[in-house]
């Protein structure tokens, strides 16, 4: 099987439980609930996407036949004089990676030392093996996935309650606020809720705060 990648590159996580922790991301090629294309973000089931995921000519993006071929070049990104007691991580996110994600790839990665991550919009039954599973469902959505270690909701969305996810089977419960025009307007109503509601953390973007991808 080939993957379609549109980018990897080497950061500090920026959201939820993990948020700070060096990490390789790659990010797949397409999703299932936005084409991604601008002219059809109005028929998005995801309409609030801020994310490139189309094609594969972004940074250390391509078409990997193979993935012992893909490991190898996240691999590549994480430095090669970190201390051994910093354990790699790489994050596989998207647009939507349980479209190309799979066992194969999953058993390349922890060969080549890696603890994954795993970003996901929880439509789609991820494969076994997977270390770190954050969530992060849509509003009117065929959710399936309702497990993992954090459940991360973007606030505030039309039709979709916080308190509806609340008895379900995860470590931690985040609430992030929506980018956007509202964005000042969404970080307090998201602050008040979870002060109003302290079964949920407080997320935030600190990627685009601290100025780093």
Known sequence: MSYFVKEIFYTLQGEGANAGRPAVFCRFTGCNLWSGRKSERSLAQCPFCDTDFVGTDGIGGGIFPDPECLAAS???????????????FVVCTGGEPLLQLDSALISALHRAGFQIGLETNGTRIPPTGIDWICVSPKARTEWALRAGHELKI??????????????????????????GPHLQA????????????????LSLQLHKIVGIR
């Open 74 to 88: 996240v691999n590549s990104y994480w430095p090669n004089d970190a201390s051994p007691a910093a354990l790699k």
């Open 154 to 179: 973007v606030y505030p969305q039309k039709d979709l309650d916080p308190k509806s996810f609340e008895h379900l089977d995860f470590r931690y419960f985040f609430l992030q606020p929506m980018d």
């Open 186 to 201: 969404n970080v307090k109503a998201t602050v008040d809720y979870c002060l109003a509601n302290p079964r949920w953390r």
